[in-house]
């Protein structure tokens, strides 16, 4: 039995048949007129003169179809890519997943596709600036030649989870000063004194800043820094796991009884390289991390940490570069997230 016939003439797909996307020519072929007035009256242009039902059999066979106008050709008409790029500095982070994914949303909402690259792709961006209409940046330095280059060919860009010292570039990022204070309100709270911190490579800002906030935090609760606390870890569990051994390799009566961690990562490996030195925890040591990724929840003990609203960040980015990137910048507040990972010390408070 044949199947029955198509009004807008576009036959069905058969069962388990891949249904074909809709073309222009099918829209028009539907609507019972040339493709270039289905091309004029979908992109609403104004000057076109087109009676009401002409144009209201365009817009039901475009609906009906299901049909989406190609981005490729859109891109030809108007001279841009609708193509942006967020650079991050280690796309295996789960913290920068989180960011890719609000900002790829709030991306194909306005129409653009979002590329997800490292510091290799965006070199090759700036050198290439037809390519996007514009840059999300999560690996700028807090002082970044790039920058001030990308500006000067008037590439549109916005710094992500990093802030520049280097003019006012537009920027969305967390309170990383303000998070690092809230983990050692926490610490000092449950009793601690001799608190340590892991840190990051201090040319990023977000390394920097939360070191800062660290210094601030035990200054104002009139704790003194010994220098051996203050180590660097990197972003990385096993550059946390290998900064771990400084501070475990201390004497006992100068060992701290917590720490406080650059990000989520490098406080996994501190708590594996711990467990490992056969270190009970958090009884013997407590640590805080920074950013809740997901895996903050399921390591054993599940870890304290600083929530940061990593897939607002990228909404929030995204936002702002299609806005303008005018300037300005974006803070977003942080929390602490109480778990397993911190205690009260051994024993009295030294």
Known sequence: ????????????????????????????????????????????????????????????????????????????????????????PNVADPFFSLMFQGAARAAEREGYTLVLTDQGGLERAARRTSDFDGLLIATARRRDPLLTRLRSQGVAFVLVNRRSEEGAHPTVRSDDRAGSGLAVDHLVALGHRRIAHLGGNEAYSTAYDRRQGYRAAMAWHGLEVDPRW????GFTAEEGARAADALLALDPPHRPTAVVAVNDLAAVGLLTRAR???????????????????????????????????????????????????????????????????????????
């Open 1 to 88: 039995m044949n199947p029955p016939a198509d009004p807008t003439g576009v036959h069905p797909p058969g069962p388990g048949a891949v249904r074909r996307r809709a073309t222009i020519r099918d829209v028009a072929r539907a609507a019972g007129v040339n493709p270039s007035t289905v091309s004029r009256v979908l992109n609403g242009r104004a000057a076109f003169q087109v009676s009401d039902d002409v144009r209201r059999r365009v817009l039901e066979a475009s609906e009906s179809l299901g049909y989406e106008p190609s981005r490729f050709a859109r891109a030809l008409r108007t001279r841009r890519s609708y193509m942006l790029a967020l650079a991050v």
């Open 230 to 233: 203050l180590v660097e870890a």
């Open 276 to 350: 490992e030195r056969g270190l009970k925890l958090p009884r013997d040591l407590s640590v805080t991390g920074f950013d809740d990724v997901p895996m903050a929840r399921y390591v054993h003990p599940a870890l304290t940490t600083v929530a940061v609203a990593a897939e607002e960040i990228g909404r929030v980015a995204v936002e702002s570069l299609l806005d303008g990137a005018r300037g300005g910048e974006v803070v977003l507040p942080v929390r602490l997230i109480p778990r397993a990972s911190t205690a009260p010390p051994p024993g009295p408070a030294p």
